[in-house]
């Protein structure tokens, strides 16, 4: 293209010389995005309450992965910058079932976002004030230093072992609070038991934003914490509760789990006017949902019986992606 013909282009779109050097950039990378060597078209962007399997891959390029003994394994990016991975956003290899947490995200001159992941080493489980069972991958190191990780009196001796946990922020771990217990450990027989002595907030407020949590040893207590089901402070109830991740809703042409923690037979059924399907599997039922936008805010209630017992919830149907 010659001069005067690129300032008649440029005056007739509006677009000064940088800015059209930009889209030029961005058309040529975009085009040459899934060619790349280092393309991976295995990442899924995770959203809590949402099943793998309704995700789809985002345009990523990964590289660079190596170890460090104290920010565990990481790994380069470059993103699309119409598709931006922010920090905070948590990402899924489906080719290796392993999880990253964005830690690093940047704007390279509106062409490229790029930045670093870290690879998640644990996934924490707690039971909300509501009842229902959350899990999150999480990114933890452990933070005890200086002292012989125990500390005793003369009538108890317990561990001084402190964690970091790194995890992304949304309502459900911005909530998180000061005494909040979990088990933490791969011995499933005898586990130790953490609480939170710190939730920070802000110190990580960029984009979505993570949260640093610090926890510390505590007792275990046999009449609380369940080690069958993995959960401290777990609240029993005389009725079935019908567990699910996220909130109460279920899109239009989506899917959605739920399960109850009982290894008799469950009877599962569904009362509802959308013509949504459920597929038993155990204590297990997935939910579907018609892509029907006439339903939208139309109410799912769906039930399990176990014996006398009776649980049931109920799923609002929201619009779609």
């Given amino acids: 293209m010659s001069f005067k013909h690129m300032k008649t282009f440029i005056n007739s779109t509006g677009a000064t010389i940088r800015q059209s050097k930009i889209n030029d950039a961005k058309l040529l990378i975009s085009n040459q995005f899934e060619s790349d060597p280092s393309y991976n078209p295995n990442i899924l962007l995770w959203k809590h309450g949402v099943n793998i399997e309704e995700l ?5 390029k990964t590289f660079n992965e190596k170890y460090s003994s104290s920010n565990g394994i ?3 990016f470059n993103a699309l910058i119409d598709y931006p991975v922010v920090v905070g956003d948590v990402l899924y290899d489906k080719r290796r079932d392993i999880y990253w947490i964005c830690c690093e995200s940047f704007d390279r001159d509106e062409i490229l976002c790029a930045g670093k992941l870290i690879r998640c080493n644990y996934m924490m489980k707690w039971q909300d004030e509501y009842k229902h069972v959350l899990e999150y991958p999480v990114f933890e190191i452990n933070s005890t230093q200086y002292n012989s990780g125990e500390s005793s009196n003369k009538t108890l001796t317990i561990g001084s072992s402190q964690h970091l946990i790194t995890i992304v922020a949304d309502k459900n771990t911005t909530s998180l609070n000061r005494g909040k217990r979990f088990f933490w450990d791969k011995n499933i027989v005898n586990p130790t038991v953490f609480k939170i002595t710190q939730n920070d907030t802000t110190s990580m407020n ?15 207590n046999p009449n609380t914490d369940s080690i069958k089901k993995w959960l401290c402070d777990y609240f029993e109830t005389s009725e079935i509760t019908i567990i699910y991740t996220g909130s109460p809703t279920i899109r239009i042409g989506g899917s959605k789990i739920l399960k109850v923690d009982f290894k008799e037979t469950v009877k599962w059924s569904i009362e509802s006017n959308t013509n949504a399907m459920i597929i038993p599997d155990g204590n297990k039922v997935k939910i579907k949902c018609p892509n029907d936008t006439s339903i939208i805010n139309e109410t799912i209630i769906i039930k399990a019986v176990v014996g006398n017992i009776t649980g049931e919830c109920e799923l609002i149907v929201t619009g779609g992606i």
């Fill in 56 to 60: 789809s891959p985002i345009p990523i």
């Fill in 74 to 76: 990481s790994l380069q």
């Fill in 206 to 220: 960029y984009d979505k934003g993570l949260l640093r949590i610090t926890v510390t040893e505590d007792q275990y």
